[in-house]
């Protein structure tokens, strides 16, 4: 078999008392650890016994690359953060996951900090309420013009829409779905949306979010209500127009593909976001929230939205800090551990 | 644990690019060798190098990171490896 690594790293009977080469045998090792993890023929079992009895060094080095291996399972986590998608997709999805690891990575650098991936310790479902694996889908009938949908804390729901778009609520939203002749319109009275629009020319899809309406014709955005007036616009394919209220007396603001716009009660601001950031605004879907960067105030106050538990800062010091990661939503105890790390005082960040 | 995960993290970036990749198929999407070989255009025997210098330089880098610290830290036992005891059985 080509795929046995032995053949080459075999000592011949004259070299056997020169020190091993450290790196080769550990290559050898570790090239047997993936024909064992893929399944090995009897034939290169006997390869492996035959390598194996060679040298003491090449056992310890095959224990060596065995704990390692299992040490880099970790990283599996990271597959459903960024899925390997098709065949054209590839390259794309491939620099994501490279962006992904640079970013964790540099995150924690600034702070030392990344909030715990998925941990075996049990949750209290009184105080965390984890998102469903997989988001029951609904369904809303043509004849069903107006129709309410919900999510408590902690929830998230998918519905299909007679039209074929799709609307996902995130944790803590309220919607009324009024579609008609003249327009496809959803009233978002509170919490966050995205929205992945059907192309209808004829009757324009149209986001009401308190004062502002947000109008596509076939695109998939995100909406959200933040405190007070202001609403947040992400943009992921196609544009937007953001309509303010007739007495702002304001002109109306586009958003791209790839841009995030602030819409408050005296401006708009609109920002480019980088893949990776809007990649991140849009993971709530996954259930997974990331953070690259902004400050802990920020993050407490964005994760809060997905649970009962409420959490106080107690050391002003650190609310400045910026922090990086990536948390699963209703993980809550991942995410104090995580924490704890932060301040000298484990009480600092407390949930309460 | 969390300086754990960056650690394992930082190790794969030092990684040569193609290295990189085929290491990450296989320990991030789980792979075989014989599709990361599709997937890369490259042969199974070429993929396999990949994939061990890429395990073998991440050990070398984590022993490097740990050196630094051991006068500060003490090691803890890291437990054995699940692949081997299941081989064993």
Redesign the interface.
Known sequence: M??S?SNSDRPPNNLVHLPPNT?RV???A??W??????GMSEQQMSELKTWLAADAAHRAA???????????????E??EILP?KTESE?TNR?AM??AA??A??VG?LAV??????GRSGGIDPATALPLAANPPAQSISAADSTRTLHTDVGQHLTAKMPDGSSISLNTNTTLTVQFSQEQRLVILERGEASFSVAHDTARPFRVKAGDRIVQAVGTVFNVRRETGPNVRVTVTEGVVKVIDRPEAKREDVFVRAGQLAEIGAASASIQRVDPSRLDAAQAWQRGVLIYQGETLEDVIADVSRYTAVRFEIEDDSIRQRRVG?VFRTGDVDGLLL?LR?LSASSRAVRAM | MQERFLLLCRAVRELPVQCRRAFVLKKVYGMSRKEIADYMGLSESTVQKHIAKGMVMCTEYLEAQQAAAAETTPTEARPRSRLLRRKAR
Do not use: H, N
Request: with cysteine; aromatic share 12%.
């Open positions: 080509t795929m690594p790196r550990r290559e050898a570790a090239a650890i993936v024909c064992l993890e893929e095959l224990i060596k690359m065995a704990e390692q291996w299992d040490a880099f399972d970790a990283l599996s990271l597959a390997l590839r491939f996951a490279g690891i640079a964790v990575a924690a030392g900090l990344y909030f715990a991936f990661g995580a790390g």
